[in-house]
């Protein structure tokens, strides 16, 4: 597969990442397909999708135990991506960046991971009672303790709540100014796909600009953009997708023709090419600094997606898909 390089410091990986979430978190399913997950890891890396991104919350913790039992044997062959900063309680999830909290975090994620030492660390969300330097200061000496070789940051699209007129990665940037003061930033992590684009204006040019790397996030579209998803069918209650407002019944049925798009130009490159590699090979095409992780619990969705390293889409694809409609349904 092809290489890419994450950041200043040069950590390559395969361009197409394994987004370890729905193994544990989030999605119908996600607690029942222990073996199945760790076939799924297994064969990203013997496909070169080295970038194995999790975080401590998701599970909680049960990700990163479930990505140990692969690393203990593999290690070598993975770029190991994980979060710190949230907490997963009863009924809520908080934020916190105390410095102390975040040195025994590492130590736990160190621990489950089966490692001892994680290729890129990143910042799942800003405490807002702990100032972002001192939380950062503390990411910065586990580098130098050589717990950590990257640090990240993992954005804040604040959907809702917005000022009018401000744009959505706006409160990120202004982190990204500050934490940079204090050590640098190798990668942003960011929702970004084809029904999602948000991050190309602002977001995805700033990190380009300093040679940061750029991990996309959700780049199907939580699987709506693989056209495997039927409108009306329903999501499990503990799916996240049974509260987002783009997967209702009627808002799968609005956005169709985005799908339909994706299907036309996956035509267009040969019969066994999908909407969701096409989906990839747009994200792939944003930028050399810029790695998919897309997230599967599946070893043949991750076979699938491997696939779209080698999609080269064209100009014409690229304003085929510039010109599809809008999405339907947001937060905002
Ligand atoms: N930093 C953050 O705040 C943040 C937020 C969200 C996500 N993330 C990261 O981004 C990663 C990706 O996001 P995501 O997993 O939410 O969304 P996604 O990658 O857009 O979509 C994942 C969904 O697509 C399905 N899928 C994957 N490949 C497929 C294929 N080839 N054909 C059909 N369906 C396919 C998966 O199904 P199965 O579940 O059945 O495998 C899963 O339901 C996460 O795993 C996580 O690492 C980070």
Known sequence: MERRTIGATALSVG??????MP???AYSGSRQ????????VHRALDLGSTLLDT????????NELLLGRVLKERRREAFVSTKVGLLVGEQHIVANGRPGYVRRACDASLRRLQTDVIDLYQLHRADPEVPIEETWGAMAELVRAGKVRALGLCAVGV????????????????????VQQVFPVSAVQAELSVWSPEALRELLPWCEARGIGFLAAMPLGNGFLTGTLTPGEGFEPDDMRARHPRFTAEMMAANQPIVAGLRRIAARHGPDVTPGQVALAWVLAQGRHVVPVPGAKRARWV?????????RLTAADLAEV???PAAQGSWD
């Open 15 to 20: 361009a197409v990442g394994l987004g370890c």
């Open 23 to 25: 193994m544990s978190w």
């Open 33 to 40: 397909r222990g073996e199945e997950s760790l076939r799924t």
């Open 55 to 62: 975080a401590d919350m998701y599970g909680p913790f049960t």
């Open 159 to 178: 959907r809702g709540g917005r000022r009018p007129g401000a744009g959505l990665y706006d409160a990120t940037l202004r982190q990204l100014r500050r």
């Open 303 to 311: 076979t699938e997606n491997a696939g779209a390293a080698d999609l």
């Open 322 to 324: 510039a010109g599809l």
